[in-house]
């Protein structure tokens, strides 16, 4: 019997792809740079790429948040600062809340019969000030992201940290993420049951196993109440 839920944010709660989306086009308004939708589809790859690494711990978030403009600009031939251009992208993003389909919704109701914990990577002030932007922040017994855990998912070293601070057990907990290497091998790095968020239809490209697999949030109500 679960006791609490741990939820992703990007990407399960919030639309990262919207969110950052309307983050990169506002910043290069902000810096008078012509943009277009080419521009973020490269932007986009670029950071999948730099990301992708995180996750299987080449990089560091911060790694990420450094490189991504640095070789964003250097493929579009442009002289800015990548630095000031981070921060002032990180500013944007901190304020677009593009939710999931039924994440409120869902939220919600969870709410009312388990304790509910944001596990993320990411920077906490960021994500505190999107979740309270969405109206999702008051539903959530705390929040835990990377930089101020001390750890990065997949790593079993957040999810202890979590742990301790939530003082629950592992078999207390369900995971619901839709990053495959961040998510749901983390629960399995931590003996954590899981829950696959994936509305894209994606294929599991890894043999990891995975207790729940859902494409709309709404289909947690089936599996938790």
Not at 16 to 24: G, H, I, K, N
Not at 61 to 68: F, S
Not at 154 to 181: M, N, T
Request: net charge negative; proline share 2%.
């Amino acid at each position: 019997m679960y006791k609490a839920l741990f939820l992703d944010v990007d990407d399960t709660l919030l639309n990262f792809e919207q969110c950052s989306r309307e983050a990169l086009c506002k910043t290069f308004h902000h810096f008078s740079i012509t943009y277009d939708d080419k521009t973020y589809d490269l932007f986009r790859s670029i950071d999948d790429q730099l990301w992708l690494l995180q996750k299987q711990g080449t990089l560091s978030v911060q790694d990420v948040l450094k490189l991504r403009f640095q070789q964003l600009f250097e493929q579009l031939d442009l002289r800015h600062g990548p630095t000031a251009f981070q921060n002032v992208f990180q500013e944007k993003l901190s304020e677009e809340y593009f939710m999931e389909p039924y994440a409120a919704e869902s939220v919600q109701c969870l709410s009312a019969h388990y304790k509910l914990f944001v596990t993320s990577n990411g920077i906490l002030k960021m994500q505190l000030k999107r979740l309270e932007l969405a109206g999702l922040l008051s539903y959530f017994s705390n929040v835990f992201v990377s930089d101020d855990i001390g750890h990065e998912k997949p790593s079993a070293k957040f999810f202890d940290e979590c742990f301790k601070r939530s003082q629950l057990k592992p078999s207390e907990v369900l995971l619901i993420g839709d990053s495959i290497k961040a998510d749901m091998i983390g629960a399995k790095n931590s003996t954590i049951d899981s829950c696959w968020y994936n509305p894209k239809h994606r294929s599991k490209d890894c043999d990891v196993e995975i207790d729940y697999i859902i494409s709309d949030l709404s289909q947690l109500k089936n599996i938790l109440l």
